[in-house]
């Protein structure tokens, strides 16, 4: 008797977790100057276990870059959106750290981004180091991990 109780305690906490969870969108864009080629918002702060869904317009996606994923986070690769407001991927993050991800057919534009799950400070320093070398291959946008990683705190 006292398993059962036990177990129908744990189910109804894990369950409350899930209720308080948050989807947060992330919008993938190619308008006018200065939207062209950006993430809206470029950068998103997150909870455990909320999760980022990123829409767009024609021909983006969201990929993890591995340089700049906290330790035991696991990558993504989500698909070439078709048309404006088509969803790439959704992504549930339940590791503490900075992650850097960008649009891979438009990566060497600068359009990258930065999701900030609870305490940045697990990976931050190395996520800065590898910022610093991805900009030098960028042939616009520079500066724009520099810029999304001193709005981390």
């Not at 080629?37 to 993890?64: L, R």
């Not at 969803?87 to 990566?107: L, Q, R």
Request: proline content about 4%.
């Amino acid at each position: 008797m006292k398993n059962i109780k036990a177990l129908l305690v744990m189910a109804l906490i894990f369950s409350i977790g899930n209720v308080f969870a948050k989807d947060h969108q992330v919008k993938m864009l190619n308008g006018s100057a200065p939207n062209i080629f950006v993430f809206e918002p470029a950068v998103v702060k997150v909870m455990k276990g909320d999760t980022v869904t990123w829409t767009g317009d024609a021909m983006h996606n969201s990929a993890s870059i591995k340089e700049m994923l906290p330790k035991g986070a696991k990558p993504w690769v989500g698909k070439l959106t078709k048309k404006a407001g088509e969803e790439s991927i959704s992504v549930k993050f339940d590791i503490d750290g900075v992650y850097g991800y960008n649009c891979t057919p438009h990566a060497m534009f600068g359009m990258v981004g930065l999701v900030v799950v609870g305490d940045p400070n697990s990976n931050l320093k190395d996520a800065k180091a590898a910022a610093i070398k991805l900009e030098k291959k960028f042939a616009a946008g520079k500066g724009r991990f520099t810029k999304y990683l001193s709005e981390v705190k």
